[in-house]
């Protein structure tokens, strides 16, 4: 007999749809991350601009209240997206592109 609120099943398959939709859009932001650092380096501009996280991250902090959502929990997901953004602008991850191959001399 149901009481109408969904099953543990049913709640766990909405958590995998939501863990789907998450993943994608760290990769769309990791794709648009990487063009940033590209324009940076086109530019002449350091990876690192301290300024710029910080207003990133007091952004998503403000979503996070106006949404009622964790913000401490949403300044570290976001500060931890960030430095990873970074080390792969600055090449020191797999996230980022691939190193340049050695020559064979």
Same mark, same amino acid.
């Given at each position: 007999?149901?009481?109408?609120?969904?099953?543990?099943?049913?709640?766990?398959? #909405?958590?995998?749809? /939501?863990? *789907?939709? @998450?993943?994608?859009?760290?990769?769309?932001? +990791?794709? $648009?991350?990487?063009? %940033?650092?590209?324009?940076?380096?086109?530019?002449?501009?350091?990876?690192?601009?301290?300024?710029?996280?910080?207003?990133?991250?007091? #952004?998503?902090?403000? /979503?996070? *209240?106006? @949404?009622?959502?964790?913000?401490?929990?949403? +300044?570290? $997901?976001?500060?931890? %997206?960030?430095?990873?953004?970074?080390?792969?602008?600055?090449?020191?991850?797999?996230?980022?592109?691939?190193?340049?191959?050695?020559?064979?001399?």
């Amino acid at each position: 007999m149901s009481d109408g609120r969904p099953g543990l099943e049913e709640l766990r398959s #909405r958590i995998e749809a /939501i863990d *789907r939709q @998450l993943v994608e859009l760290i990769g769309r932001r +990791r794709e $648009v991350a990487l063009e %940033i650092g590209r324009a940076k380096q086109t530019l002449g501009l350091p990876v690192l601009d301290p300024q710029q996280e910080a207003r990133v991250v007091r #952004r998503a902090a403000e /979503i996070a *209240r106006e @949404l009622g959502v964790d913000e401490e929990l949403t +300044r570290d $997901v976001i500060w931890r %997206i960030i430095a990873a953004a970074r080390d792969a602008q600055e090449g020191r991850t797999r996230w980022g592109p691939p190193p340049p191959r050695a020559e064979n001399g």
